[in-house]
């Protein structure tokens, strides 16, 4: 695949800041279980030769989905889809039999976290086969194609013809390959063949970010779908056309809430046995949840009306309810004395429900816009009557309740119209939940760990994990955001089950410890795991415990979690109440994701339903406390990655050369020649161009050399490059990655001194000094802890190693750059003492401190770069690795474990353009480039798609394309 950016096609969602600010409000999640899709039969043909389909895309699982498609068999037949089993990019055609047209992407598409947006233009009349048929992913057009047959010229295609299209599913069989996901902003353009910018544009730091295309021209069976800023209802059209579709078997609950002004006249009276009453917009409350009902023995100390004496009915009425399907009336009442609710109106379902309950919802079908709720005291000859504390109104879109159904919530987890997005919302987030439109947190499939004979699921977009009601599934799920400051807040609503036991946990854990984890029991093989386990206990994953602290836990309960990240507290609530203070402290350092562990394969929970913000809370949280998403995560220091480090491929030329397109002056540059054994050549500015020192010798490497053919001048946007074969090979294609410091200055923090070239806002420094003899301390210029350094004697003529520390084995430990060695225990390296935030140690390691030293220091960035480990199951469906952002580079290597010895390998997006990332550079030897299916690139991190030669500790150093905050999800 070719892309006109090399970075572009890994770029998605929008964020709200960016070109045009342009916003989404809402999206529709598809069940695949539920068969969820759209349908419309044209009554009269479009365009057979040209037309475009666009939409944003979320995907919840890694099958063969279908997205659009048309036909009423399987010999006349097209769609756009993701293949099963490959999980490409399709667009396919059959007619009379014969498969006309066949694209398949080389990319897969297997990001769940984020969103991709998908372009499809079709003009058969082009004369150009390959003009035919443009996909585009994230703004990008794909060119490399595993399968690869373009229409016939002029072939009139089978969409836009009278036959039955559906959007989500297979048009002749719902059942077959439906689309699992959400969808939003679809469009269908009758009769223009359109590219991306029609639909979209990137933003400063090139991110592909939804835009508004109000001014597009439609044709007869054009449509728009999913604009739930002006439709309410799952598949209207509004482009203008009415080409509305039929909604299948969705759920979509619109809650018109009485305490919101611009709805407060859908009620236009309330009744006091039968005269009407004033609407005060002071009293009116909104009751989400029992918590609201709050008891009271005066007139209007929460919302509603005293009835006493004689009096015995009271009214609701309401009008101007267009497109809603379902009213809901819930109150309070003083006492129990029993009371009926009646309905009139025309087209309402009249009932009669004796409720005994001092808490109550009746909810009511109706294909009206108009009625009226009756409340009537049925104790006869009472002269006491009743009286309402508290009253709530709402009405519900698009579907359809049972007569009676009591303490109904609304929207619960069947809800398929959500605030998922791929743009970030300006609304506010005032606690309550269902409010800010963004990417949210859901469970995250990548990172499932099963410890049962068959596989956990995540499913209905990605919201409930669990066995599914399969007996022999048990194991733990996490959930795709991470946060390392804030207060946050989430729920998980225990669905289904036998019963809930004390295999049964659900909290929050470090990510950095569960992917370290080869245990699928994350309860407490994550020593810092908090969670509320089945029994009530209050648990710690280091085996502490503190009975009783949520008594009665029940399927069908709802488990809060309020945790403040920065103060390392944590309150957790039981439905509507608060349970106190959790007994034990979030660990400092960390970061932090939702978590859930069933591990019975008696099936106590067999659906964990969470909420992180998606729709409204059952409890009311604490104030301040934040949805998990995109648009409540801090915003990104480093919003573009390109700014401080760059992957840059080149042609060589064998003649001097300039190599332009960085945004930056780079200060280390690390060559490598893909197609010919050559040693790797390492630049940096401090020792000056023209002078390399080598990574890839592995006996003897020498200190620097002076080659005046080889990188000659550090650029303004690059750098320039000799004659030399070892960095300029003619016709090779040649990688170069580049870093950005700063400039020179002398440091004094440590015993050493030494000279820094510093860019503390990207964390990395280049650190020179000149050795004494003695162990000491050398400072670092970043004011942040490094967690990866790699040192080297650079003294001409003198040859030694390249000691490297990482957080990953700490101090006490050394392994080599220019060495495939295993984490080995030796003090004279590091001195068998951590980093600071202003200096690291040296040792005493033979005569190498005597010398002069060049150091190579790196601090994590939140969203820009990530240093740490991972543990290798030695299965194709090994970790996924949580960084915070969508990687442009992946360095690696086993450190520890079964095997723990191997070549460091280094991946990017600049060689490899799409997923799997496979080329792979060996920077301690001088052979080739590699290939391997070796990881996905994500939009929050990287999944393992290689067993890694088996269980091994590996560690890894990150550097981000563009964060996962602040953009909405980067689909990989």
Not at 10 to 16: N, Q, R, T
Not at 68 to 97: N, P, V, Y
Not at 358 to 378: A, I, M, N, P, Y
Not at 877 to 899: E, I, M, S
């Amino acid at each position: 695949m070719s892309l006109g950016s090399a970075s572009n096609f890994f770029l998605g969602a929008a964020s709200a800041t960016g070109a045009g600010g342009f916003e989404l409000l809402k999206s529709v999640r598809f069940n695949s279980d539920d068969s969820a899709h759209l349908s419309r039969t044209p009554s009269s043909e479009g365009n057979l030769k040209k037309w475009t389909w666009a939409g944003w895309v979320k995907r919840s699982g890694t099958a063969g989905q279908q997205l659009f498609s048309a036909g009423t068999g399987t010999e006349e037949r097209a769609f756009i889809r993701f293949l099963g089993g490959s999980d490409t990019l399709c667009f396919e055609q059959k007619q009379s039999s014969t498969w006309n047209t066949i694209l398949r992407s080389s990319a897969v598409f297997r990001d769940i976290s984020a969103w991709y947006h998908i372009v499809v233009a079709y003009d058969s009349a082009q004369s150009t086969a390959a003009n035919r048929v443009n996909m585009y992913v994230n703004g990008a057009e794909i060119t490399e194609f595993g399968s690869t047959t373009y229409p016939p010229q002029d072939q009139d295609g089978k969409i836009n013809t009278t036959t039955i299209h559906a959007v989500g599913t297979t048009s002749y069989s719902t059942s077959t390959t439906p689309f699992s996901g959400y969808m939003a902003d679809v469009y269908f353009i009758d009769g223009q063949a359109l590219d991306p910018t029609s639909f979209g544009e990137f933003n400063d730091s090139g991110v592909w970010q939804a835009k508004d295309a109000s001014g597009l021209t439609f044709g007869t069976n054009g449509f728009h779908l999913f604009d739930f800023a002006n439709e309410s209802v799952i598949g209207n059209d509004s482009s203008g056309n009415d080409n509305d579709w039929t909604a299948n078997n969705f759920e979509n609950v619109t809650s018109n809430n009485t305490n919101k002004v611009d709805n407060v006249s859908n009620i236009t009276q309330l009744q006091n046995n039968g005269s009407n009453q004033t609407i005060n917009l002071a009293n009116l409350r909104t009751m989400m949840n029992s918590s609201d009902f709050q008891d009271a023995d005066t007139d209007n100390s929460t919302w509603g009306v005293r009835v006493g004496g004689a009096i015995k009915k009271f009214g609701v009425k309401w009008s101007n309810l267009t497109g809603l399907t379902g009213v809901s009336v819930r109150w309070q009442r003083a006492s129990t004395y029993d009371a009926d609710v009646k309905t009139t109106g025309t087209g309402i379902t009249e009932s009669t429900n004796t409720v005994t309950s001092t808490r109550s919802q009746v909810t009511f079908s109706t294909t009206e816009t108009s009625g009226e709720v009756l409340f009537e005291d049925v104790t006869s000859g009472s002269t006491n009557g009743f009286y309402i504390r508290a009253l709530e109104f709402k009405g519900y879109g698009s579907v359809t309740y049972p007569t009676n159904a009591e303490n109904f919530v609304a929207p619960g987890p069947g809800q398929d119209v959500l605030f998922d997005v791929p743009t970030n919302g300006t609304q506010s987030d005032t606690g309550a939940g269902g409010e800010l439109s963004s990417n949210y947190c859901t469970w995250n499939p990548l990172a499932i760990k099963n410890g049962g004979a068959t596989a956990v699921q995540c499913v209905d977009g990605n919201l409930n994990f669990g066995d599914q009601g399969n007996a022999s599934s048990y194991g733990s799920c996490v959930g795709t955001i991470g946060v390392t400051s804030g207060k946050w807040y989430f729920e998980v609503t225990l669905a289904s089950g036998s019963g809930v036991d004390t295999n049964v946990y659900v909290g929050i854990l470090p990510i950095e410890e569960y992917q370290t984890n080869s245990s699928a029991n994350a309860f407490n093989a994550n020593n810092s795991a908090l969670s509320i386990r089945g029994n009530g206990a209050a648990y710690r994953g280091d085996d502490s415990s503190t009975a009783g602290y949520a008594t009665g836990v029940e399927i069908g309960d709802t488990l809060g979690f309020a945790f403040d990240v920065d103060a390392g507290t944590m309150t957790c609530f039981l439905n509507t109440t608060s349970l106190g203070t959790f007994p034990y402290s979030l660990a400092a350092g960390k970061t932090w994701v939702p978590f859930a562990t069933d591990w019975s394969n008696a099936q106590p929970v067999s659906e964990h339903v969470i909420n992180c913000g998606q729709r409204p809370w059952v409890a009311t949280p604490p104030t301040d406390y934040k949805a998990i998403c995109t648009a409540n995560l801090p915003e990104a220091t480093i919003p573009d990655g390109s700014d401080n480090f760059e992957a840059k491929t080149f042609t060589g030329t064998g003649a001097e050369q300039v190599v332009t397109g960085l945004e930056f002056q780079p200060d280390l540059t690390l060559f490598a020649i893909r197609d010919n054994a050559r040693e790797r050549f390492l630049f940096d500015s401090h020792r000056g161009a023209t002078f390399y020192l080598q990574t890839s010798v592995t006996s003897g490497n020498p200190g620097q050399t002076e080659d005046s053919t080889t990188l000659t001048s550090f650029n303004s946007d690059g750098f320039t490059v000799g004659s030399s074969a070892d960095v300029n090979r003619s016709t090779s294609p040649i990688i170069a990655w580049n870093w950005k410091a700063g400039s020179s200055s002398s440091n004094t923090d440590g015993t050493i001194s030494s000279t820094v070239r510093a860019n503390p806002s990207a964390g990395f420094s280049i650190v020179s000094w000149t050795g004494t003899g003695s162990a000491g301390t050398v400072g670092h210029g970043l004011g942040a802890t490094p967690e990866f350094i790699i040192a080297k004697v650079y003294d001409t003529g003198y040859a030694d190693n390249w000691p490297v520390y990482h957080s990953a084995f700490g101090a006490t430990k050394y392994m080599y750059f220019n060495r495939d060695i295993a984490a080995t225990t030796f003090q004279h390296f590091w001195n068998d003492t951590e980093p600071t935030s202003s200096v690291f140690t040296v040792g005493t390691y033979n005569s190498d401190n005597t010398k002069n030293l060049i150091a190579y220091c790196f601090a994590p960035v939140a969203g820009y770069s990530s240093f740490g480990t991972f543990y290798s199951n030695a299965n194709a469906d090994n970790q996924f690795v949580f960084t915070g952002f969508k990687p442009r580079f992946v360095l690696w290597k086993a450190y520890a474990g079964t095997l723990s010895t191997g070549d460091w390998a280094i991946y990017d997006s600049a060689r490899q353009t799409y997923n799997p990332q496979g080329p792979y550079i060996i920077p301690n030897d001088n052979s080739i480039e590699g290939s391997t299916t070796a990881m996905d690139f994500c939009s929050n991190g990287f999944k393992v798609r290689n067993g890694l030669g088996g269980n091994r500790d590996m560690l890894y150093a990150a550097f981000a394309e563009n964060p996962f905050s602040g953009n909405g999800g980067i689909a990989g």
